[in-house]
């Protein structure tokens, strides 16, 4: 199946093929496997794992983003942004996590409150992906 | 604001020629003022021509990360063959340009495109949104009434996410509801070209009642509203990383040929001024001559 994995900052797959994608979504976790049946779905933050043909396993984080599955097999992985797992730093999103709760407890609006529940929601994810 | 002063340059420069032609007046200090000048142009096209190819390498680079992002945000709207709905006449226009000029024709055939839609009957359905105040500025006086919202503050910086999801969220917001739309770009070809292309925008609606949607497994309307929020601004994104790189080539282009201009025009008044110089003194020598000659 080939996949297009692809965010705001860089390009990881390009129509390449690959054996499975496990995707974080609103929807719960999933994998995909070839002659996935087509679904449309949002990703929620956590890590994305490739698993490419040669059998290497390729851990991605992604903070936001969609995932559409189409009747030719083809996937597409957008995501706002990406980082490989291993260029996450535990202690900054720690550090990162503590000022978005600071900060939500802080909210003065529903909106800031809701901005900042994301922030602390996405820094969470990284936390957890960074320590695992 | 160069590319206005420049013909007005090139007018007077001619008179002055035709003027040493008419009559051999002296009209040295003129001529080196008006070299001085021409020089001092040609320094600002040269290192505008050095920032925007700067510009244009890393403007290249994130352009080729965009591509397939772009790509890969339409392929659902091919594969579900998603059509405009018939019986909702309303269309949203996005243009796509940014607020500096001097780039060649880049604003303009992107606003030309819409201004053409304007014109043809049945446009009191369309509206349009500017990005940049370039297509404000050429449309806003005969099509003022079709303007929702512009964006300022485009093309300074590279384009970023942000940027595309504060975009897409005055669009989202703007409270026109929309049928079907485009979003008018130029699309990056080389350093050379670049062509006027469009990606289709379509309301939650025309995607629910898509022939092909039926094969899509597990949607909710949540996930389809979401869906549909991001891919317009990742869509958007593109189109803003499309047009940057366009817009930098074609400013690169542009301000090589002011430069190479500019050459030109020094060539001739530094012609004319030594040939004017060389009249000067040469008359002054006749006068002190003859009037010596007088005395005699």
């Known amino acids: 199946m080939a996949l297009t994995f692809a965010a705001g900052n860089k390009v990881f797959y390009d129509k390449q093929a690959v054996k499975q994608v496990d995707v974080p979504s609103f929807s719960g976790a999933f994998g995909i496997l070839p002659k996935h049946v087509p679904t449309l779905a949002v990703l929620r933050p956590g890590v994305v794992t490739v698993l490419e043909n040669d059998g290497k396993q390729n851990k991605i984080f992604v903070s936001s983003g969609t995932i559409t599955v189409n009747d030719d097999s083809s996937v597409q992985v957008l995501a706002e942004e990406a980082h490989p797992l291993e260029n996450l730093d535990r202690a900054a999103a720690q550090e990162a996590l503590s000022k978005a709760q600071s900060e939500f407890n802080s909210a003065a609006n529903e909106k800031a409150k809701a901005e900042a529940a994301i922030a602390v929601e996405v820094a969470e994810e990284i936390v957890k992906a960074a320590s695992a | ?296």
Do not use: W
């Open chain 2, 1 to 296: 604001m160069l590319g206005r002063v420049a013909p007005g340059v090139c007018a007077q420069v001619t008179m002055v020629v035709n003027h040493q032609q008419n009559r051999n007046m002296a009209t040295l200090k003129s001529i080196s003022l008006r070299l001085k000048s021409v020089k001092n142009i040609q320094k600002i096209t040269q290192s505008m021509k050095m920032v925007s190819a700067a510009k244009y390498t890393r403007a290249e680079r994130d352009l080729k990360a965009a591509r397939p992002y772009g790509e890969g945000s339409v392929i659902f709207y091919d594969r579900a063959e998603v059509t405009p709905p018939e019986d909702d006449p309303k269309q949203l226009y996005i243009a796509m340009t940014s607020d500096r000029g001097l780039c060649g024709a880049v604003h303009t055939s992107v606003s030309k495109v819409i201004r053409n839609k304007l014109q043809e009957p049945g446009a009191d359905n369309i509206k349009v949104i500017c990005v940049g105040d370039k297509s404000r500025s050429f449309l806003q006086r005969l099509y003022g009434k079709h303007i929702i919202s512009v964006c300022n503050e485009i093309g300074r910086l590279p384009p970023t996410f942000k940027d595309a999801a504060t975009i897409a969220n005055a669009i989202l917001t703007s409270g026109y509801e929309f049928g079907s739309g485009k979003i008018v770009y130029n699309k990056f070809r080389s350093v050379v070209s670049y062509e006027q292309s469009d990606l289709p925008l379509f309301s939650l609606k025309s995607i629910e009642s898509a022939p092909k949607l039926a094969t899509y497994d597990s949607l909710d309307s949540d996930v389809m509203q979401s869906y549909m929020e991001f891919s317009l601004s990742s869509m958007i994104f593109y189109a803003l990383k499309e047009g940057a790189c366009s817009e930098q080539s074609a400013r690169m282009t542009s301000m090589d040929n002011a430069s190479k201009n500019a050459g030109e025009m020094i060539d001739k008044l530094t012609l004319t001024f030594n040939r004017t110089r060389q009249a000067v003194i040469t008359r002054e020598l006749i006068e002190i001559i003859s009037g010596a000659a007088a005395l005699e």
